[in-house]
């Protein structure tokens, strides 16, 4: 599949999920997946998967990949770090 914005190109290759994974359960492959936010995103994630149910994670989980999506885009737009 091609993705046509550059920020999905590039989260194509940053974190991938097994399968149907339960919410939470990101796999991250460190030699193929070196995004540097993955490692970070795969805690945060099974965390929350520790605490809350699936239906809550996935509630919490859209606004923060929307804005990983958005903070993404800007710095490619910008060719630098967002404010």
């Known amino acids: 599949m091609r ?3 550059p920020p999905s190109r ?3 290759g940053g974190v991938r999920l ?3 994974p339960r919410p939470g359960e990101a796999d ?3 030699e193929r997946y ?3 936010e993955a ?3 795969d805690m945060v994630l099974r965390g929350l998967s520790m605490v809350c149910g699936d239906d809550r994670v996935l ?3 859209g606004p923060l990949f929307d804005g990983l999506y ?3 885009r800007r710095r490619l737009l910008l060719g630098r770090e967002p404010a």
């Open 59 to 61: 509630e919490l989980t």
């Open 28 to 30: 991250i492959d460190d």
């Open 39 to 41: 490692p970070g995103l």
């Open 70 to 72: 958005e903070f993404i």
């Open 10 to 12: 590039r989260r194509q």
């Open 18 to 20: 097994r399968g149907r």
């Open 3 to 5: 993705l046509a914005d």
């Open 34 to 36: 070196d995004a540097p």
